[in-house]
């Protein structure tokens, strides 16, 4: 477990296959896009595809009539309008330099040649690490001139190609062709499949830096500018991509760039980050439910005031009296039509109360039933009686 927490004493460094200018790294290219500064002049970094360099007049060198557009990447693949682009930039009298592990086979269709190019991953390519070499090729009857280091193999190489317009420059430690100069129209496509020899491992191991210096030997003197790939160095694969899916431009741009690729990714981050945060559920303010009340004794306090208000004491009296009749109607049974005397006496019996007090009930009725109005103190008197009879 000591073990393992540990740091180690002797960590690699990144060795993925950048070749950007500065990337310091194995696989960087900072040492060559150096060199490249040292042996010419005007030398331009290109950050949007081929075709954005066609505006670009700002102080180019005056009488030259050409200009290198250097691509070096781990894998060249680019949409249709722009391969016929470079086509013709070729054909205009440029200088087209691709080096690359993988190149797109549409592209490599348009000067009729073919490689051997499949993997494009440095963990899926043949053979195991040993002491390799790429060689410069002057002829059948000149000696080689070989650069080598300890690294997979330089396995790549050119299958097929047409000899009337094209001349081997370079071989792997196979002898087989992986460095070409093409003729199309006016201009010249340089096909190169050992970018490997463009990083800073390569580039400082031994005397390989003369390497370099024997491909920028091969180019044009005296051209108007150099143009320093950055863009191809992170397009994907258009080989399988439909021609209306191929629109890459404006993204690739900001991924080139370290600082917009960090903005984009913050920015990102940002964005899904308040999404997923308030995406959760927000539960409405539960309203306090009030006490239910008791509506009858409001109903009757309300109704008090009013009649106290009104000042109508008969005809709450009158009330009293109709509810009193009703409820011995439908209680006991008791019809009316009878005398006072003999009504007492069924109300008494059935009640089961004293005669006297069925008696002064009655005749507090009569009273109230007889006077045109109703004194608080009659009133008070009427509900007394009503109240001990209720009560019984």
């Not at 040292?38 to 595809?49: A, I, L, Q, S, T």
């Not at 722009?82 to 086979?105: H, P, Q, R, T």
């Not at 592209?107 to 899926?124: I, R, S, V, Y």
Request: proline share 5%; aromatic share 16%.
């Amino acid at each position: 477990m000591l073990g393992c927490k540990l740091p180690q004493k002797y960590k690699l460094p990144p060795m993925e296959e950048t070749y950007k200018k500065d990337d310091k790294n194995p696989f960087g290219a900072y040492q060559s896009f150096n060199e490249l500064v040292r042996d010419f002049e005007n030398v331009r970094v290109v950050y949007g595809d081929a075709s954005s360099i066609e505006g670009d007049s700002s102080e180019l060198l005056p009488n030259r009539d050409h200009s290198i557009y250097m691509i070096v990447t781990n894998r060249f693949y680019l949409p249709e309008e722009e391969s016929e682009w470079m086509l013709k930039y070729v054909e205009n009298g440029n200088e087209l330099f691709i080096s690359a592990n993988e190149i797109d086979d549409r592209f490599l269709k348009l000067f009729n040649c073919e490689t051997n190019q499949k993997m494009a991953h440095l963990n899926d390519r043949p053979g195991h690490m040993k002491t390799t070499s790429t060689s410069i090729y002057f002829g059948d009857n000149l000696p080689l001139v070989s650069y080598s280091y300890y690294y997979y193999p330089f396995s790549d190489y050119i299958k097929t190609y047409q000899k009337d317009n094209s001349r081997i420059l370079g071989v792997n430690d196979k002898l087989l062709p992986n460095f070409a100069i093409i003729f199309a129209g006016k201009g010249r496509l340089y096909l190169h499949l050992a970018p490997r020899t463009f990083g800073n491992y390569f580039y400082l191991t031994n005397k390989n830096r003369d390497y370099l210096n024997h491909i920028f030997g091969y180019f044009k003197p005296d051209p108007s500018a150099v143009y320093w790939d950055e863009y191809y160095k992170i397009i994907p694969d258009y080989s399988n991509i439909k021609k209306d899916q191929r629109d890459f431009s404006s993204l690739s741009v900001v991924m080139a760039n370290p600082l917009l690729k960090w903005a984009f990714w913050i920015v990102a981050a940002g964005f899904f980050f308040f999404i997923f945060s308030n995406a959760k559920r927000r539960q409405k303010i539960i309203p306090v439910i009030p006490k239910p009340v008791n509506a009858s004794v409001d109903f009757v306090e309300t109704m008090g005031r009013l009649y106290y208000v009104n000042k109508d004491n008969k005809n709450i009296a009158i009330k009293l009296i109709t509810y009193f009749r009703e409820f011995i109607r439908t209680r006991y049974f008791i019809k009316g039509g009878m005398s006072d005397d003999e009504f007492a006496v069924k109300l008494a019996a059935k009640r089961g109360i004293p005669e006297t007090q069925a008696r002064e009930l009655l005749s507090c009725i009569s009273q109230v039933e007889q006077n045109e109005t109703v004194s608080d103190e009659a009133l008070l008197q009427l509900n007394h009686h009503l109240e001990k009879f209720y009560k019984k």
